[in-house]
């Protein structure tokens, strides 16, 4: 089994993995319809994402550390755009997990006993799926994207190789 070991690199780009991984979750909180933040707060979560990725890129980690971190880093950045999205003030406790929603759907009727009403167009099934998708998408771009950035470079190789008939 790997050890947990730091990697010499020169031009490390692994902070990108912020960026990507914000860029993601707005795409899959807004697709579940849910709130959009300021330019401004996108920068600072993008940035804080990547300074957090340079931090711990300096390891060689397992896969499923990789993965739980891009999970990890969705539900932060979900709780992030609910925190800060929004003219309200209402912050945490307006976006569906607890507290309760000014404007609610009389149609719907009222919310479960203990549970908060979710605002009209906004599934909280929706929304985890959603960034579960983007966590994997993270994932899956941060884990195979050197494969496939020299895959053109391998068939330029083989075409050179190959006698021209």
Same mark, same amino acid.
């Given at each position: 089994?790997?050890?947990?070991?730091?990697?010499?690199?020169?031009?490390?780009?692994?902070?990108?993995?912020?960026?990507?991984?914000?860029?993601?979750?707005?795409? +899959?909180?807004?697709?579940?319809?849910?709130? #959009?933040?300021?330019?401004?707060?996108?920068?600072?979560?993008? +940035?804080?994402?990547? *300074?957090?990725?340079?931090?711990?890129?300096?390891?060689?980690?397992?896969?499923?550390?990789?993965? !739980?971190?891009?999970?990890? +880093?969705?539900? /932060?950045?979900? !709780?992030?755009?609910?925190?800060?999205?929004?003219?309200? %003030?209402? %912050?945490?406790?307006?976006?569906?997990?607890?507290?309760?929603?000014? =404007?609610?759907?009389?149609?719907?009727?009222?919310?479960?006993?203990?549970?908060?009403?979710?605002? +009209?167009?906004?599934?909280?099934?929706?929304?985890?799926?959603?960034?579960?998708?983007?966590? /994997?998408?993270?994932?899956? #771009? *941060? =884990?195979?994207?050197?494969?496939?950035?020299?895959?053109?470079?391998? #068939?330029?190789?083989?075409?050179?190789?190959?006698?021209?008939?």
């Amino acid at each position: 089994m790997e050890t947990v070991q730091p990697k010499e690199r020169t031009a490390s780009r692994v902070w990108l993995a912020g960026p990507l991984s914000t860029g993601l979750g707005l795409v +899959a909180h807004v697709a579940a319809g849910g709130p #959009v933040p300021s330019l401004m707060i996108l920068a600072a979560l993008a +940035a804080l994402m990547g *300074m957090a990725a340079a931090m711990v890129g300096r390891f060689s980690l397992p896969g499923w550390t990789v993965l !739980l971190a891009c999970g990890l +880093a969705q539900q /932060l950045l979900h !709780l992030g755009f609910a925190a800060f999205s929004g003219g309200s %003030g209402e %912050g945490l406790s307006g976006h569906g997990h607890g507290g309760s929603v000014l =404007n609610v759907d009389p149609a719907q009727g009222p919310p479960p006993a203990g549970g908060a009403a979710s605002p +009209a167009g906004y599934s909280l099934q929706l929304m985890l799926h959603v960034h579960m998708a983007a966590a /994997l998408a993270a994932y899956a #771009v *941060m =884990n195979y994207w050197p494969s496939f950035a020299r895959w053109p470079r391998r #068939v330029q190789a083989a075409r050179q190789k190959s006698p021209a008939a």
